[in-house]
């Protein structure tokens, strides 16, 4: 039998977080079917990703920056990572501001206990090892080429789903809201990022030393583990949505009444 080589950053991360991926996708899933009855309760999900997205693209944007006095070698690396076609920022803002419409809302700066304690934990581990910001960019730029598309076609065979805004047709609609899983190149190129980003990754995983490969190893488990808290806590922010808000169903908020999303979504 043919000895395989010593398995590429990449693939140790996959390796290494494959539990706390199962967990998140099970979770992710399974509220799936339940955002997609309103879309009032999709758009938190999208808010709470969305100070992610924003935070860690700050912090990558920050640390190329001329004023940055970051080891050069690192540096170097973010840079190569780094393409502007794959930033979700802006990608994010639309949707938002497609499902808020006339409701404000802010990405400035959270205001929930799970959300704001993410968005702190990831610009302090950042500005300490500035090598952790691969983890984030490969944690979820590699899950929008996944489970983003199946997302996507989710929401394309949900019914009524999509707001009515500004005499937009269905097919408008529909582009509106799914801008997180569009990428700005030409149609057909999108898995040329993927293969990019991971083409890069390789290249450059030799020059980083091995306790910042463990560190970045060790980071991607947080990242999981974060993903589940922000994801409970959303269980929360949506039940109390359904048992306030008149544009639910009466269907809906009777089923659900004060019971917290995740024993609704499991009792079904």
């Known amino acids: 039998m043919e000895q395989q080589g010593p398995l590429g950053l990449a693939q140790q991360i996959n390796a290494s977080t494959r539990e706390g991926h199962d967990v998140v996708n099970r979770l992710i899933m399974s509220r799936l079917a339940l955002g997609l009855q309103d879309h ?9 990703f969305a100070f992610v997205f924003k935070t860690f693209e700050e912090e990558w ?6 004023s940055s006095n970051i080891d050069p070698r690192i540096k170097t690396i973010l840079q190569n990572l780094y393409s502007t076609p794959l930033l979700r920022t802006p990608q994010l803002t639309k949707d938002l ?8 809302f802010s990405t400035e ?35 929008l080429f996944a489970g983003g598309k199946i997302v996507k076609y989710q929401m394309g065979k949900a019914k009524d789903f999509f707001p009515e805004r500004y005499g937009m047709t269905e097919e408008e609609r529909y582009t509106a809201g ?3 899983f569009s990428f700005e190149v030409e149609q057909g190129k999108e898995e040329g990022l993927r293969t990019s980003f991971k083409g890069a990754l390789s290249d450059l995983e030799g020059t980083l030393t091995v ?21 409970k806590e959303l269980d929360q922010i949506c039940s109390y949505l359904v048992a306030t808000s008149p544009s639910m169903s009466v269907k809906m908020a009777s089923r659900m009444s004060d019971r917290p999303l995740v024993e609704f979504i499991h009792s079904e």
Do not use: W
Request: hydrophobic share 45%; proline share 4%.
């Open 40 to 48: 009032t309760l999709y758009r938190e999900g999208l808010l709470s």
């Open 61 to 66: 944007a920050s640390l190329m920056s001329s």
């Open 97 to 104: 501001l497609y499902y808020f419409g006339s409701t404000p």
């Open 109 to 143: 700066a959270p205001t929930t206990i799970q959300r704001t304690a993410y968005v702190a934990h990831i610009r302090q581990v950042v500005a300490e090892k500035p090598h952790l910001l691969i983890s984030y960019a490969y944690i979820y730029y590699m899950a």
């Open 178 to 180: 799914t801008n997180l």
């Open 211 to 231: 306790e910042e490969r463990n560190d970045i190893i060790e980071e991607s488990k947080a990242i999981f583990a974060n993903n589940v808290l922000i994801i």
